[in-house]
């Protein structure tokens, strides 16, 4: 139990693979849903004595019957692999430039300033073809739709629930994308909705807020396959100057659910406020439970390589400060050394989606990442780490070596620079990684769903044993109850003989402690001893064998009293010894019938 959750892999320097373990607990699951489905058959066969005791008994099967369901609905949630991937860093540190270099299309707006306003989330479709925009306004019930339309070539508005100003400025913007490419509308597209400020105007100043919380975006990513799907989330850079760009940060830390991240490093700024501000705000969600991202588990990039050389490299022994007590050493994470804007020319080049700047950048850069006669020059993953684990740190350096050495006997130039510019690595470390950091989650996330039925199974018969414990305290209080009204009873036929004179009382054995002793006492011993026998250890049904009892049990004192005190009475007593009692028998017989009911 302690291996499978992940909290226990936070200081491992390779996520285990847990798919043999996942298929264990898988079954475990299974078998517990059908454990749960029979006991919900058999608990409503248990004998009950009473129409409430049925109602409860059925009430815990189908209680027990919805906890197996729920583990049968987190079974069946686990077809899908999928893995958050969330983006964070610096403004400028090259984290929108890294996505469009995963997706091989230049579709998220890029600056040198702070660009990214709303947080973006990238979901992935089959084909460009059915790629889409989804915005969501602040308000309720506020959202668009932009889907592409293969037949026109161009963008449409699917669905509009934003205000008419706000649709007519969207409007506007495809009427400026027409006769571009799909991913050129895009870029031109999520730019203008990443500017939209309040009021429906593009404005400038930190005081304006974007009209916008969430754009989810549809297009390929490349990542996804062989069970695995990835969610893409980009988020605004820590340093911004403008205030709303940080709430968005924050907003986005925290729905980031089990989320591997990705920190984007620009050496220039390592030191500076933006990285250590980032941190402490992962830290703090993590500390509050507002965002499950695990920075232990996540990858470090240091980015623009191409500008630095071998200066980056010496980042890779730094530490990473977060307060006056709290560092993230480089060399115990997985660190890897790369250029975006590289990964981004050579991947788009692949494809054929380079513009003509960007075609002029791919023939002045990209073949200085590689160069054959300066091998320590470029080839940026002969830096990379695996933490502390040096076999997984030989791993992925000669899974780069070996790609490139491939590369080089074939002439394979895209594979050669996809290499030498350090994206192969990272990618293939993020599919080799996902896969594991999915079945841990499922397994994680399995195991909790197991635990919390057993758990509320658990507390089911918990409650009923205090729901039948309640019962007897009931019983009990009942009990007493009917022994006050015996008392009672005495109290008020003894008020009606009060004529008798006191000390006729007193030789008769009427008075209040002879009539104690040899009355009210044995009838309510008798009552409690035999109430609690029949109702607790017999379970019969309260009906005329205890009524019997009851009438027994008054005869039998009665007998006794006549005996004790035959030689004295006269007549006259005689009569209103009669006449006390038959009222006294007369006034509990009553009183009996009406509590037999009640019980």
Not at 185 to 214: A, M, R, V
Request: with cysteine; glycine share 6%; proline share 3%.
């Amino acid at each position: 139990k302690a291996l499978i959750k992940l909290g226990e892999f936070t200081k491992a320097s390779e996520l285990l693979d847990m798919a043999q373990v996942f298929d264990k607990i898988k079954a475990s699951g299974e078998k517990m849903a059908d454990l749960l489905d029979k006991a919900s058959l058999d608990i409503p066969n248990i004998k009950c004595k009473s129409d409430s005791s049925r109602t409860y008994i059925n009430k815990v099967a189908q209680r027990i019957k919805g906890e197996g369901n729920k583990i049968r609905e987190k079974l069946a949630s686990f077809d899908d692999n999928t893995v958050n991937l969330c983006f964070i860093g610096a403004y400028s540190s090259g984290k929108s430039t890294l996505i469009n270099a995963l997706l091989g299309y230049r579709i998220l707006p890029t600056s040198l300033e702070s660009k990214t306003a709303i947080m973006m989330q990238i979901c992935g479709v089959p084909d460009k073809e059915k790629s889409y925009i989804e915005v969501c306004g602040k308000a309720p019930g506020e959202k668009a739709k932009i889907c592409w339309n293969k037949d026109t070539k161009t963008l449409t508005l699917k669905s509009c629930t934003l205000p008419v100003e706000v649709r007519g400025e969207i409007q506007g913007v495809f009427e400026s994308c027409r006769g571009k490419k799909l991913h050129e509308q895009f870029y031109t597209c999520l730019d203008s909705l990443n500017s939209l400020k309040d009021g429906g105007n593009p404005k400038e100043g930190e005081n304006q807020e974007c009209i916008f919380n969430l754009i989810t975006i549809g297009f390929p990513i490349p990542l996804d396959g062989n069970g695995l799907k990835f969610i893409i989330t980009d988020t605004p850079g820590t340093d911004s100057n403008n205030p709303n760009h940080k709430r968005v940060l924050k907003e986005a830390l925290s729905r980031q659910d089990n989320s591997i991240a990705i920190f984007v490093i620009n050496p220039i700024k390592f030191e500076g406020y933006a990285n250590h501000s980032l941190l402490k705000e992962v830290l703090k969600q993590q500390m509050e439970k507002k965002n499950y991202l695990d920075m232990d588990q996540s990858f470090f990039v240091i980015n623009w390589m191409d500008c630095y050389g071998k200066e980056g490299y010496k980042f890779e022994s730094k530490s990473m400060p977060i307060d006056g007590n709290r560092a993230i050493n480089l060399s115990d994470v997985k660190l890897f050394f790369l250029s975006s804007e590289i990964a981004f020319l050579v991947r788009a080049n692949k494809i054929g989606s380079l513009n003509d700047d960007d075609k002029k950048d791919y023939k002045r850069r990209v073949p200085e990442c590689y160069d054959k006669d300066d091998p320590d020059f470029g080839r940026y993953y002969s830096h990379n780490h695996f933490g502390r684990s040096l076999s997984g740190t030989e791993r992925i350096r000669k899974e780069s070596a070996a790609a490139l050495s491939r590369a080089e006997k074939e002439n394979d130039d895209y594979m050669k620079y996809l290499v030498s510019s350090g994206f192969y690595s990272l990618i293939k470390e993020i599919r080799s990684y996902g896969h594991r950091h999915a079945v841990a989650v499922k397994t994680s996330a399995l195991l909790q769903g197991m635990e919390t039925a057993c758990k509320s199974v658990s507390d089911m018969v918990l409650e009923t044993k205090l729901g039948t414990d309640k019962d007897i305290e009931k019983i009990n209080a009942s009990l007493q109850a009917e022994i006050d009204r015996v008392n009672s009873i005495i109290t008020e036929t003894k008020a009606e003989f009060s004529a008798v004179p006191p000390d006729i009382k007193r030789q008769l054995g009427i008075d209040a402690d002879s009539f104690y002793d040899n009355v009210k006492k044995p009838v309510e011993n008798d009552l409690r001893e035999n109430l609690h026998k029949f109702l607790f250890f017999f379970q019969v049904k309260v009906d005329e064998p205890l009524e019997q009892l009851v009438h027994e049990k008054v005869a039998d004192v009665e007998r006794k009293y006549k005996e004790q005190y035959s030689l004295m009475r006269t007549k006259k007593l005689e009569d209103v010894r009669s006449s006390f009692i038959n009222r006294f028998i007369e006034k509990m017989a009553f009183r009996w019938k009406t509590w037999v009911k009640v019980v």
